[in-house]
């Protein structure tokens, strides 16, 4: 999704009140579940929030009616769905983070449209810092100055950040050295095949030794074979999302046999 230029103010809320507030929903979708694993410590490290429509149909369904007049509500609507829906789930007693994808162009004033977030972890008494919101690679960042904004107010208070789909785009590495998120998850075109292709070892060695030194986090995405795993763990990363594990279930926080 890419970071859109802002529309004109009357296709905004009404006053930022309103998006302090809260929006409804544009329109209708619910969430699946996606387990991150820890390998290390065997046990789920966070669930992925995915959109899905209200029978389950795809996330391309939902996000093919994302548009500049309603991103702002959905941006919004998303975060509190997920957070509503995986605390109903159980996602507090199971002492797992909850990661959600964000659009940065639907923030046009970070310290107000933080407000419906924060006021749902704490109506369902999940810590803030149990919570990620991720920025992908591909977002073409139209507005460096409002990202940094964004990142500074999630720092503030406690939210975690991630950049999803690292090493998909060409920006990076200037994503890590302008805003260092707390987490990088690795593209699952990285991860795919890596057991037998020493380029992305390569690729994947000189990531993990780079967040390392950078006090920063790293994910896999896209394990699907026990193979795969085996080299990541090998690498060095030892938190990782794909099929191997589970797949996304449609409003559902699904258990993993570690």
Do not use: W
């Amino acid at each position: 999704m890419a970071i859109l230029a802002d529309p004109p103010s009357i296709n905004r809320p009404r006053a930022c009140g309103d998006c302090a507030n809260g929006i409804a929903a544009p329109f209708e979708f619910t969430m699946a579940f996606q387990p991150i694993v820890d390998l290390r410590l065997r046990q789920i490290y966070a669930y992925e929030a995915l959109v899905r429509g209200p029978a389950n149909q795809s996330a391309f369904s939902v996000l093919s009616q994302v548009t500049p007049l309603n991103r702002y509500a959905f941006d919004q609507s998303c975060r509190v769905k997920a957070i509503e829906l995986a605390s109903r789930l159980g996602i507090i007693e199971s002492g797992a983070k909850l990661s959600i994808n964000f659009i940065p162009g639907a923030m046009y004033r970070p310290e107000n449209c933080v407000r419906a977030t924060l006021a749902a972890a704490k109506r369902y008494n999940l810590p803030n810092d149990r919570i990620i919101l991720e920025l992908t690679e591909n977002e073409k960042i139209v507005d460096v100055p409002l990202l940094e904004q964004i990142f500074d107010v999630y720092r503030r208070n406690d939210l975690r950040i991630a950049i999803d789909d690292f090493g998909a785009g060409f920006s990076g590495l200037s994503l890590l050295a302008r805003f260092q998120p707390d987490t990088v998850k690795l593209d699952m075109d990285i991860v795919r095949g890596l057991d037998v292709d020493a380029r992305r070892r390569c690729i994947v060695t000189n990531i993990v030794r780079m967040a390392g030194e950078l006090g920063i986090n790293v994910v896999a995405e896209g394990a699907e074979t026990a193979s795969e795993v085996t080299a990541l763990r090998d690498l060095g990363v030892y938190r990782i999302q794909g099929y191997y594990f589970a797949r996304p279930s449609f409003e559902a926080l699904p258990s993993v046999a570690l």
